[in-house]
């Protein structure tokens, strides 16, 4: 195939303990460490391992929000992706007016297999890659752990409640990851120093002919209810004892 | 009046728990009309089963050979059919909902709420971000359909006093073919169901091999416990998928929960926030599981485990 693109989020680092501001208005972001969504990291490890393997010509990598997401896609280029493309707007757009951009960008790009994460952990939406699919009007196979290309189809293997499905789409199409698929290369000096020469296109959210659209809007934000911390039990008869006193046994 | 279409999730012979929760969710949306619709290659005996929970009004079976596997390219276009009636449309956050609901939300031109934790109003919910980490109340689009998922261990399944009426519909949509339904490597087991379960037992990877995990079905078994895991285990390949427990895996809400071996990283206990009683086994006193456990016991699984089996069955 010629081309796959990959979406790159930038959010708050997996590690990092979010907190809602005390007067409410939102999470603590200020200072935070900020990273690619730790699922999209392996949609874009997925796709370089499938050019390096000689079955694809390029990869590109998009990101969609403020200039700053510019880094998240420096350090893209750094993994390996041969190009970038920034869609900037003020702030994150809805996952609906996401999915437009990326069909507006599938549009001029033409790629075969679009990888996504299954999700991005900061809003937890989970809703980008199966409306841009629906957009778009391909196949979706989301929550995905393997996929094997056969020519003009690829059999997906998905993470369902259930076990494992396995799920044979006609390309192009949308491919959503989960978190075994791979495990994504770290990136190396040298490479970050490449990264800086290659091409990061910057377009405006207008550039697209794209206007944002109606996101629900947030009323509040709250802490949830935290749980109390129990009483540590010296050995099992204890353990037994208070298990049966709570009438959980 | 709110009209709301509740899409049925089922494996062909029985609906699962999720549409009962769905339907407890919808319940909660002032003067709530609620509707069902089955979507299978025959669904007598699913919509019987859906005309029987508390609350709804009407089944709507849509059968169709399409219909055997539930893939969402096929379902989406029936369900965004159907919904023209509608204000709202609800399905589960499990992964056949979170498949298939966004498809659905984007041929309806709208946004989803995923993970409906609570409903305020027509148009406003509560619902997780950051992996429970906060909580937002939103208002989607007004004037607009509202589609969302239903958070699971939000809710309780309503009950099956019901008698609603049954409804076969033909829905005319362009189904496409490139999808195509290869296989469903299901784990077989006659352990509870772990999104059902009132008692859950988990190991992480402090159990170390597959073997070894064996002590956690053990322990399970006393208790007639479903069992689940860390994503650590799972990775290692101790236990399947599907008994994954936490953001990416499962989120529960069991009466009692034991998490043995497992640190309680926040992603793991984003899934078991809503338990009852969480009981931890760690060796580590500092562990953060601790810190949520409502019975702590320090040290040794392989010594504690198989302890506190024998004293289960005695
Ligand atoms: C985006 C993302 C999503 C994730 N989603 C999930 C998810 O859904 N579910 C999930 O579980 N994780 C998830 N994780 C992974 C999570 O961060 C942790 O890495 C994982 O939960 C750790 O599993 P564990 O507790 O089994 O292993 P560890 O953290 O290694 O803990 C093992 C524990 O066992 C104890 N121990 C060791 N030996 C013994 C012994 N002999 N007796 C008693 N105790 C012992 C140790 O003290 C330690 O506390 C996710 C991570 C990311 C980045």
Redesign the pocket.
């Given at each position: 195939m010629d081309r796959i693109l990959v979406g790159l989020k930038r959010v708050v680092d997996?590690n990092v303990r979010v907190r809602v501001r005390s007067d409410g208005s939102g999470v603590e972001t200020d200072g935070v460490k900020m990273s690619i969504n730790?699922?999209d990291e392996i949609a874009l490890e997925e796709a370089l391992r499938i050019r390096e393997r000689g079955d694809a010509g390029e990869v590109v990598v998009v990101s969609i929000g403020p200039g700053d997401a510019q880094q998240q896609l420096r350090t893209g280029l750094a993994m390996g992706a041969d190009r970038a493309i920034l869609v900037e707007t003020a702030a994150a757009p809805d996952p609906l007016t996401c999915a437009r951009i990326l069909l507006e960008l599938v549009n001029r790009e033409k790629p075969d297999l679009v990888i996504l994460g299954k999700q991005a952990?900061d809003n937890d939406n989970s809703q980008t890659g199966q409306m841009l699919a629906a957009l778009w009007g391909r196949p979706q196979a989301t929550f995905a752990s393997k996929l094997v290309l056969n020519g003009a189809t690829a059999t997906v293997t998905r993470e369902v409640d259930s076990g494992l499905e396995i799920l044979e789409v006609d390309l192009p199409a949308v491919v959503t990851v989960d978190?075994r698929m791979n495990e994504p290369r770290y990136v190396k000096l040298p490479d970050i120093m490449k990264a800086k020469k290659k091409p990061l296109d910057q377009i405006p959210l207008s550039g697209l002919g794209i206007s944002m659209g109606d996101a629900p809007t947030v009323k509040a934000y709250e802490a949830p209810q935290q749980r109390q911390k129990g009483v540590m039990v010296p050995d099992v008869a204890a353990l037994v004892a208070a298990m049966k006193d709570k009438g959980l046994l | 009046m709110a009209r709301i279409l509740v899409i049925a999730e089922h494996d062909g012979k029985r609906l699962n728990a999720s549409t009962a929760k769905c339907v407890a969710c919808a319940s909660g949306i002032e003067g709530a009309d609620i509707h069902v619709a089955v979507f299978a290659e025959t669904g007598e005996t699913l919509a019987a089963e859906a005309a029987g929970l508390a609350g709804v009004s009407k089944v709507i079976q849509v059968d169709n050979p399409a219909n055997a596997y539930p893939l969402a390219a096929v379902l989406a276009p029936q369900v965004a059919q159907l919904a023209g009636a509608y204000t709202h449309v609800l399905g589960p956050s499990t992964t056949f909902g979170r498949d298939l609901m966004p498809r659905v939300a984007a041929l309806l031109d709208v946004n989803q709420i995923t993970d409906i934790m609570q409903v305020l109003g027509s148009h406003t919910f509560k619902r997780p971000i950051y992996a429970g980490n906060a909580i937002v109340t939103v208002e989607a689009a007004a004037g607009k359909q509202v589609v969302g998922t239903v958070r699971m261990a939000s809710y309780r399944s309503v009950d099956s006093t019901g008698k609603a009426a049954i409804e076969r519909a033909v829905v005319e949509a362009e189904l496409p073919g490139h999808s195509r339904f290869v296989s469903l490597q299901a784990g077989k087991s006659d352990r509870p169901d772990l999104q059902t379960a009132s008692r859950v037992v988990s190991g992480?990877?402090?159990l170390a091999s597959a073997e070894n995990f064996a002590m956690i079905f053990k322990l399970a078994d006393a208790l007639g416990a479903a069992v689940g895991a860390?994503?650590?285990?799972v990775d290692a390949g101790f236990v399947p998928n599907e008994m994954?427990?936490?953001?990416?895996?499962k989120i529960i809400a069991p009466e009692l929960y034991i998490a043995v071996?497992?640190?309680?990283?926040i992603?793991?206990l984003t899934?078991i926030k809503d338990a009852g009683t969480i009981v931890a086994?760690?060796?580590?006193a500092d562990?953060p599981?601790f810190e949520v456990a409502d019975f702590g016991l320090v040290?040794?699984?392989?010594k504690l485990v198989p302890e506190l089996e024998k004293a289960l069955r005695t």
């Amino acid at each position: 195939m010629d081309r796959i693109l990959v979406g790159l989020k930038r959010v708050v680092d997996y590690n990092v303990r979010v907190r809602v501001r005390s007067d409410g208005s939102g999470v603590e972001t200020d200072g935070v460490k900020m990273s690619i969504n730790p699922f999209d990291e392996i949609a874009l490890e997925e796709a370089l391992r499938i050019r390096e393997r000689g079955d694809a010509g390029e990869v590109v990598v998009v990101s969609i929000g403020p200039g700053d997401a510019q880094q998240q896609l420096r350090t893209g280029l750094a993994m390996g992706a041969d190009r970038a493309i920034l869609v900037e707007t003020a702030a994150a757009p809805d996952p609906l007016t996401c999915a437009r951009i990326l069909l507006e960008l599938v549009n001029r790009e033409k790629p075969d297999l679009v990888i996504l994460g299954k999700q991005a952990i900061d809003n937890d939406n989970s809703q980008t890659g199966q409306m841009l699919a629906a957009l778009w009007g391909r196949p979706q196979a989301t929550f995905a752990s393997k996929l094997v290309l056969n020519g003009a189809t690829a059999t997906v293997t998905r993470e369902v409640d259930s076990g494992l499905e396995i799920l044979e789409v006609d390309l192009p199409a949308v491919v959503t990851v989960d978190l075994r698929m791979n495990e994504p290369r770290y990136v190396k000096l040298p490479d970050i120093m490449k990264a800086k020469k290659k091409p990061l296109d910057q377009i405006p959210l207008s550039g697209l002919g794209i206007s944002m659209g109606d996101a629900p809007t947030v009323k509040a934000y709250e802490a949830p209810q935290q749980r109390q911390k129990g009483v540590m039990v010296p050995d099992v008869a204890a353990l037994v004892a208070a298990m049966k006193d709570k009438g959980l046994l | 009046m709110a009209r709301i279409l509740v899409i049925a999730e089922h494996d062909g012979k029985r609906l699962n728990a999720s549409t009962a929760k769905c339907v407890a969710c919808a319940s909660g949306i002032e003067g709530a009309d609620i509707h069902v619709a089955v979507f299978a290659e025959t669904g007598e005996t699913l919509a019987a089963e859906a005309a029987g929970l508390a609350g709804v009004s009407k089944v709507i079976q849509v059968d169709n050979p399409a219909n055997a596997y539930p893939l969402a390219a096929v379902l989406a276009p029936q369900v965004a059919q159907l919904a023209g009636a509608y204000t709202h449309v609800l399905g589960p956050s499990t992964t056949f909902g979170r498949d298939l609901m966004p498809r659905v939300a984007a041929l309806l031109d709208v946004n989803q709420i995923t993970d409906i934790m609570q409903v305020l109003g027509s148009h406003t919910f509560k619902r997780p971000i950051y992996a429970g980490n906060a909580i937002v109340t939103v208002e989607a689009a007004a004037g607009k359909q509202v589609v969302g998922t239903v958070r699971m261990a939000s809710y309780r399944s309503v009950d099956s006093t019901g008698k609603a009426a049954i409804e076969r519909a033909v829905v005319e949509a362009e189904l496409p073919g490139h999808s195509r339904f290869v296989s469903l490597q299901a784990g077989k087991s006659d352990r509870p169901d772990l999104q059902t379960a009132s008692r859950v037992v988990s190991g992480g990877r402090a159990l170390a091999s597959a073997e070894n995990f064996a002590m956690i079905f053990k322990l399970a078994d006393a208790l007639g416990a479903a069992v689940g895991a860390s994503r650590a285990a799972v990775d290692a390949g101790f236990v399947p998928n599907e008994m994954q427990v936490g953001q990416t895996g499962k989120i529960i809400a069991p009466e009692l929960y034991i998490a043995v071996g497992i640190s309680g990283a926040i992603q793991h206990l984003t899934g078991i926030k809503d338990a009852g009683t969480i009981v931890a086994i760690n060796k580590d006193a500092d562990a953060p599981i601790f810190e949520v456990a409502d019975f702590g016991l320090v040290g040794d699984l392989f010594k504690l485990v198989p302890e506190l089996e024998k004293a289960l069955r005695t």
